[in-house]
């Protein structure tokens, strides 16, 4: 059984700080990519980052660089994402997600995984305002 958890979230003003953090239980965090997604109202989803399992390389939107980081930690099978210098724009409820394991007999990488399989969390609403 795949669990995600995400917590975190919350209100917080334009140039603050979030970290949200993203809980795994049933499976290690190991060969499984591990991305961040985001969605607001009248938006498209978007991925705001992603971790490869196999070289732990990050990627991140064009939209967060710069400004969001995403790490994790294998002792605690969480994965983190630290956001900041928040933008109004931000506002969303943030997700994780996981996807490999034993369905793939081949290297998943974040470029080829878009969101559309895997394991969801709940999300967390991240609102920003002043």
């Known amino acids: 059984q795949l669990q995600l958890v995400e917590s975190g979230g919350g209100l917080v003003q334009p140039g603050g700080s979030l970290r949200l953090s993203c809980a795994a239980s049933g499976f290690t965090l190991d060969y499984y990519v591990i991305g961040w997604f985001r969605q607001a109202p009248g938006k498209e989803r978007e991925r705001v980052s992603c971790i490869n399992y196999s070289d732990g390389r990050t990627t991140y939107a064009d939209s967060v660089k710069g400004r969001f980081t995403t790490s994790k930690d294998n002792a605690k099978n969480t994965v983190y994402l630290q956001m900041n210098r928040l933008k109004p724009e931000d506002t969303a409820v943030y997700y994780c997600?996981?996807?490999?394991?034993?369905?793939?007999?081949?290297?998943?990488?974040?470029?080829?995984?878009?969101?559309?399989?895997?394991?969801w969390g709940q999300g967390t609403q991240v609102t920003v305002s002043s």
């Open positions: 997600a996981a996807e490999g394991g034993p369905h793939f007999t081949y290297q998943l990488t974040c470029i080829s995984w878009s969101g559309d399989t895997g394991s």
